[in-house]
Every structure is written in C-alpha cells, then in structure tokens.
C-alpha cells in the first residue's frame, strides 16, 4: 500500500511539475503577446501622429506651393500690363504728340498764314484735349492694375457732375458742330458711387458719344429715376452692332478701339476702366443700338443712402 501511494504521489508531483511548466510556458507566453501588443499599439500611435503630422506638411507645402503659383501668376499679370502700358504709350501716344511737335516747328518757321494758324490751334487744341483725355485713362488703368481701386461711396448729384464733364467736352463737341442737348431733370438726382469713378465713366461715354457722333449731328443726355437714378446718353450717327455691343458687354480685356467720325483714335480702355468702375459702384451699363438714328448708352446707379 505504502509503495503504492509513493508512485501516485510520484506521478502526481510528475503532474504538478508539468502543470506548472504548462502554467509558466503560458505566462510567458502572454507577457510576450501582450509585450507586442503595447509595442504594435504604440508603433500604430506613433505611424498615426507621424502621417498626421505629414499630412499637415503636405497641407502646409500645397498651400505655400498655392500662394507661390499666385504670386507667380500676379507678377505675370503685373509684366503683361506693364508691356501693354508701353505698347500703348509708345504707340497711341507718340503719334499725336509728334505730330502737334511737327506743327510746332512748322509755325516756328512761319510757314502758315494767320488763317492757317488759327485753323492749326484749334486742331491742335482738339488733339490735346483728346491725348489728355487718353493719358487719364492710361494713368486710371495702370493704377488700377498695379495698385487695385479704392472705392470711397458718397453720396454725389448726378446732373451737376454730368454738366462738368460736359464743359470740359465743349470745345471739342464745337469742333465737329455737334449740338449737345442736356435734358436736366425737375427735380435733384442723388446716387451712391465713387465720385472719381463716376468721372472716369461720364468722361469716356460722353466723350465717346461725341466722337462716334459726325459733324453737325446732335447728343442728347437724360434721366431716369425709379428705383435706380440713370443717365442716358445718345448719339445720333452709325448705330452700333449687336457684335459691338456683345463684345463691349462680355469682354474684360482691352478692345480694339475703332476711329471716330473724323478718325479720332482712342486706346481701348474707356470702355474698360467704365465696366470695371460700374462693376466697384453696384452699377450697370446697357446698350441699344437704334436703327437708323443711332446709339444708346444707359447707366444706372444705386440710389442715395
């Protein structure tokens, strides 16, 4: 009995033995498996805040890559309108500044009768007022180009400003013996604008009118005031095609300016500055062409605050 005893108790610590290498063996086991589980947890972390922080990077380079593209394209902008300003300086206006330089050394010599120079002062006088009137408009666009427009509302009395853009077209309108008839309004016609763009935008649409208007032919300018004050000026003459006004209406780059009824020339940025100061004022522009009398330009503005 004795012996048997000894051989189970044997067998079991045998047992016991083997349980508890089992026992060991999966502990270890788990230490190991939960070592890399915190390992591959604290690898998967540290991949997440890495990409993450790549992914900032990339953000921040795409951006940084987006402001340079921009900047590249602005200064791009910036060469091409300088090019055209000296395309158009060199161009539109070194012709009629040489030619009143001509005129000049040729009265110098005497060559004229007083008639003939009287005759040559007015002309000279008309191209001065017209090359003015082309310089403004240069110097307005590239200011705006280069620098961007400020726009500073107030509240401005329409008529009033139409009659100085008026006098200051006057000798010009006499010089083609065109009749300007003003329509002033009954009553005082406030809007909201920019009194400097509103200049820019009477000078060139009158100016306009009386170049596209022949000689001894007549402009009319009048108001409309319902919901929105306009002005609407008229020239009798050639009526402009829908082509015209399509592509005066739809296009934001500089047009081809066509001669006027006595070939006055022009650059093609009055008609652009005018779209782009009316767009800065909340303003409009339409164009009518009437058969067989001529051209309608209307611009409504907002109304006074």
């Given at each position: 009995e004795?012996k048997?005893?000894l ?6 610590s045998?047992k ?17 498996l939960?070592?890399?589980l915190?390992?591959?947890k604290?690898n ?14 990339n ?28 395309s158009v300086?060199s ?8 030619s ?6 040729l ?10 120079k009287e005759?040559?002062?007015?002309e000279?006088?008309?191209?001065l007022?017209?090359t003015s ?17 400020i ?15 008026l ?30 763009h ?21 402009v009319?300018?009048?108001y409309l ?9 008229f020239?009798?003459g050639?009526?402009?095609?829908q082509?015209k ?15 006027g ?5 022009g ?7 005018v ?6 004022n ?7 062409s009437?058969p ?5 330009f ?8």
């Amino acid at each position: 009995e004795n012996k048997r005893l000894l051989i189970e108790k044997e067998i079991f610590s045998k047992k016991l033995l083997i349980t508890k290498i089992i026992v060991l063996f999966s502990v270890i086991i788990a230490m190991i498996l939960v070592f890399f589980l915190i390992q591959y947890k604290k690898n998967s972390k540290e991949k997440a805040e890495l990409n993450a922080e790549l992914e900032i990077k990339n953000k921040e380079v795409a951006k940084t890559n987006e402001l340079l593209n921009e900047h590249n394209a602005h200064l791009q902008r910036i060469n091409e309108d300088k090019n055209k300003l000296f395309s158009v300086l060199s161009h539109d206006l070194r012709s009629p500044i040489d030619s009143m330089k001509q005129l000049l050394d040729l009265m110098k010599e005497d060559v004229f009768s007083e008639e003939e120079k009287e005759k040559l002062l007015e002309e000279m006088q008309l191209q001065l007022s017209t090359t003015s009137l082309m310089l403004k408009n240069l110097l307005k666009w590239a200011s705006s180009q280069l620098e961007g427009s400020i726009i500073k509302k107030e509240n401005i009395n329409l008529m009033l400003n139409v009659k100085l853009v008026l006098k200051e077209n006057y000798l010009v309108a006499k010089h083609k013996s065109i009749e300007i008839k003003h329509y002033e309004p009954s009553e005082k016609i406030e809007i909201s604008a920019d009194k400097a763009h509103l200049k820019v935008i009477l000078q060139n649409l009158i100016s306009n009118a009386i170049k596209y208007t022949p000689k001894n032919g007549r402009v009319t300018i009048d108001y409309l005031n319902g919901d929105k004050s306009c002005v609407v000026i008229f020239n009798e003459g050639k009526p402009i095609t829908q082509k015209k006004i399509d592509q005066i209406l739809n296009n934001d780059s500089k047009m081809i300016s066509e001669p006027g009824t006595t070939l006055e020339q022009g650059t093609g940025l009055g008609l652009l500055l005018v779209k782009q100061y009316l767009f800065l004022n909340n303003a409009t522009l339409k164009i009518n062409s009437v058969p067989e009398k001529g051209t309608e330009f209307k611009v409504c503005f907002n109304k006074n605050n």
